[in-house]
């Protein structure tokens, strides 16, 4: 059996003999079949798509309402969530403020700035390794992998950083009141490949089908630029937890 699918705008009639009344659907869709030709409903679904900002502190979320880019509220009550996963003594996962309230008492096993870690080798992170309070171990591949004595096993990074987002995804399906699936995430502009592969390895992880990585200055130039029509220069200050960056964006419509 064979379908032929239209556009919502393309006008539908059926024939019966001579005559020919239109069919008052906004999709439809003609299927051949041995009774000759006939029209039945195309059930169309409507999806949404998130923006999500993966940071090394604190995470946001933000979705399209009413054709305006809106910031989702976290399970909270806040616009943001800290970028940080905890494990307690008896096993139950933590993750974002509620992780972060208890990491004085459980530093060993609180997990944060893991953003500094994902997609990199042990050698690249001599520094950073000596401003976190958990232990980070070398599997053989020499990847970095994060120690969590509370439930004696050795997390990646990604899987670490895809709590983070699926927690954000749960809160957007919860504030949209529909299912959230796909996403489009910010990444550094000085984010190598690796590091973008195991972003997007960290949205799979979460359940996430990640349609694009962007550079954070893109996605900032492409918000000043929404409603703007001129050609302009302009200067992205991100002020991030993790590092301070200026990019130099030409803006052309």
Known sequence: MATTTFPTSTPFFVHHGTRRPSVNLRTAAVVYGRGGRRWRPLRVACEKVVGIDLGTTNSAVAAMEGGKPTIVTNAEGARTTPSVVAYTKAGDRLVGQIAKRQAVVNPENTFFSVKRFIGRKMNEVAEESKQVSYRLVRDDNGNVKLDCPAIGK?????????????????????????KVTKAVITVPAYFNDSQRTATKDAGRIAGLDVLRIINEPTAASLAYGFEKKNNETILVFDLGGGTFDVSGMYHEF
Do not use: G, M, P, T
Not at 154 to 178: C, G, H, M, P, T
């Open 154 to 178: 050795q997390f990646a990074a990604e899987e670490i950083s895809a709590q983070v987002l699926r927690k954000l995804v749960d809160d957007a399906s919860k504030f949209l009141n529909d």
